[in-house]
């Protein structure tokens, strides 16, 4: 091989971005949570774990931590569940399946900061469609509904402004807006099972659809959703544009809706508090690093890079 | 949906059917929750072409269907600049698209989101490539190192790390400029590991020959290596084109006010905060700007970009 050095000049720029881009930035993070940093302080004090005993102890980081939590309890499970249903349902009909899945699809592609938009339209209390349509299911039978009778005479939801639907509100537009691609990794995963595994569990008794399912499907299925579960985890952690746009100060009715990525930008950008957001940076890698480390672990069995 | 119209009385039909049109009340239950689940999803798409087409009144009030009367309504805005209230008389639709194209400079935004998608992925695709044929294809002592470290780097979210990045910038002074847009994503570790999964798969024969042919390890990169893999950097156009079209948040942070440098979400964001009862119709007809061309592209070409997105579930 005549250029033996080519491969620095291939491996050089990669790795230099790397370091740059990717790896400076958690050191930088790393160190600056443990200051009072401002940009355009010429210096800093170095305050310790301070920045960290606040954002465990303070009433505002508490309510970052229970809106972040409820919400991803709520998008993932959610999200992987309709996603995994939407996925058998369309592999089972016969027809139209193609056509289900792109629909589901659509809000993967749609910019999330339109639709959010659109959605703050949708659910607003006096011209908003949702309310307006609830409203006509009013005098039927589904005000035998306790909620909807209430609804009906108090008037629905404020949905977006109001404090105890706020943060499931915001869950609702995560569930709509992810679900489909959970969907479509499922029904990539489920063109992998078998055939002849069900005709066996059929052989062996396993009338009812729901046990081929307990004993094949969701067997077969164990890789997928470890990384679909993993995703969404993910993805939702980094949840950021609705709530901007819904509440661009302050995160929401009570800061019921003041996710981690929102505080990071509130803190650090608008309040120009770095060591606090760095803080929460920090915090944050913390929870992401460990659940792709969870993740691959549970992988490793089945899969190696190589 | 033909099957879904068929007379339900057909509950037992599955003990003695015809094979090629033959209804069941399972088959109808799941079309009619398919269908559910598809109305909600297209609920806010509904809600956004449908008040891109419709008066202000008629925004207001909910009537109108989903095109609106298309009747001609008085625009005060135009009306307080002096004209002839005849000459003022628009109709919704147009008055709405011509409106969001004219009240901010719309073009600019798609201009530059297109600028920016198109140079992130250009120079993802420059940097990513040669290292994934080096880690798949050359022998050098650190190699398993660096793929290590690849590895590693596909555990960072770039959005997490925006505050650092920020400040870096800032300390630069390259904050508010094209720049600040592009720098953070042009190493995308994950197009190095997907390349280097494919280039796995190319033939050692194949490079060899190329060799013999007396070719450098450049223009093997770049004549041979590119070809075979334009099926997969397709598929990771489309990733890479889909989430920074899309993407919201790191543009929030770095471009502060300078409109000139504003993305299609950005400049929709803008719109949002200046936005009073009028101009809900120009709105949604800026959002359904912003949001049609990937929707049509999506469209078109549905299963290369399925792949695409889905692309991460290779890892």
């Given amino acids: 091989m005549q250029s033996s050095r080519a491969h620095w000049w291939f491996i050089g720029p990669a790795l230099f971005l790397m370091v740059l881009i990717l790896l400076m930035p ?38 970052m931590f229970g809106a972040t939590f409820r919400y991803v309890f709520v998008v993932v499970p959610l999200s992987v569940g309709l996603g995994l249903g939407a996925a058998l349902l369309i592999n089972s009909t016969r027809r139209f399946g ?38 006509q299911g009013c005098g039927s039978v589904l005000e035998s509904w306790s909620w909807f009778a209430q609804g009906c005479d108090r008037g629905f939801p404020l949905w977006l402004t109001d404090r105890d639907y706020a943060i499931w509100t915001v869950a609702f537009i995560g569930v709509w807006q992810g679900f489909g691609f959970n969907m479509v990794l499922y029904l990539a995963g489920l ?16 009338k009812f659809a729901w046990e081929r399912f307990r004993l094949v499907t969701w067997p077969m299925l164990g890789p997928t959703t470890v990384f679909v579960v993993t995703i969404s985890f993910i993805r939702s952690f980094q949840v950021f544009d609705t709530v901007e746009a819904f509440y661009p100060q302050g995160g929401g009715p009570s800061k019921s809706v003041y996710v981690m990525m929102f505080a990071i930008y509130e803190k650090a950008i608008q309040q120009n508090l770095m060591g606090i957001g760095a803080a929460i940076t920090v915090v944050f890698l913390v929870f992401v690093m460990f659940l792709t480390l ?13 | 949906m033909s099957d879904l119209s068929l007379p339900a009385n057909g509950t037992a039909a599955g003990a003695f059917s015809v094979p090629s049109f033959r209804f069941s009340a399972t088959e109808t239950l799941k079309h009619l929750v398919l269908i559910l689940g598809s109305l909600i999803v297209l609920l806010p798409f509904y809600v956004m072409l449908s008040y891109s087409l419709k008066s202000p009144a008629e925004i207001m009030q909910n009537i109108g269907g989903f095109f609106g009367a298309q ?31 004219h009240k901010a400079p719309l073009v ?58 920020y400040i870096m910038l800032a300390k630069l002074g390259l904050t508010n400029s094209y720049a600040a847009l592009v720098i953070p994503w042009t190493i995308s570790v994950f197009g190095i590991f997907l390349m280097r999964q494919f280039f796995m798969t190319v033939p050692d024969d194949l490079i060899d020959a190329a060799r013999m042919d007396g070719m450098s390890e450049f223009s093997i990169i770049w004549n041979v290596m590119l070809p075979t893999a334009v099926p997969a950097l397709l598929a990771f156009a489309i990733f890479s084109v889909v989430a920074h079209w899309n993407d919201y948040f790191w543009p929030r942070i770095v471009i502060t006010g300078n409109r000139d440098l504003f ?50 579930g290779m890892k």
């Fill in chain 1, 98 to 135: 193609d056509f289900y899945k792109t629909i589901y699809f659509l809000p993967v592609m749609a910019a999330l900061i339109a639709m959010a938009i659109v959605w703050e339209f949708a659910l607003h209390p006096t011209i908003g469609i949702v309310n307006s349509t609830l409203e």
């Fill in chain 2, 108 to 165: 600019r935004y798609l201009l530059n989101g297109v600028i920016i998608t198109a140079s992130i992925f250009f120079i993802q695709v420059l940097v990513a490539l040669p290292c994934a044929y080096a880690l798949a294809k050359l022998r050098f002592w650190g190699r398993e190192a660096v793929f290590g470290l690849v590895l590693f780097c596909l555990l960072i979210p770039v959005h997490a790390i925006a505050l650092p990045l």
């Fill in chain 2, 71 to 101: 009747e001609a309504f008085r625009d005060d805005y135009c009306v307080k600049l002096g004209k002839d209230v005849a000459d003022c008389m628009v109709t919704p639709a147009i008055y709405n698209y011509t409106t969001a194209f």
């Fill in chain 1, 294 to 306: 969870a993740q691959r672990w549970l992988v490793e069995k089945r899969v190696h890079y190589s």
């Fill in chain 1, 191 to 206: 063109t992998s099972v078998p055939r002849e595994l069900y005709q066996a569990a059929e052989m062996d008794g396993a």
């Fill in chain 1, 26 to 63: 958690i050191g930088i993070a790393g160190v600056m949570s443990f200051t009072n940093y401002s940009l355009g302080n010429p210096g800093a004090d170095w305050v310790g774990l301070a920045n960290y005993e606040k954002v465990f102890t303070r009433s505002t980081y508490q309510k």
């Fill in chain 2, 263 to 312: 993305t299609p979400p950005l400049g929709l964001r803008e719109f949002k905060g200046d936005a009073d009862g009028d101009n809900f119709g120009p709105m949604m007809a800026t959002a359904t700007v912003i949001v049609a061309p990937l929707i049509l592209a999506f469209l078109i070409a549905q299963r290369r970009f399925i792949e695409g997105i889905t692309l991460s």
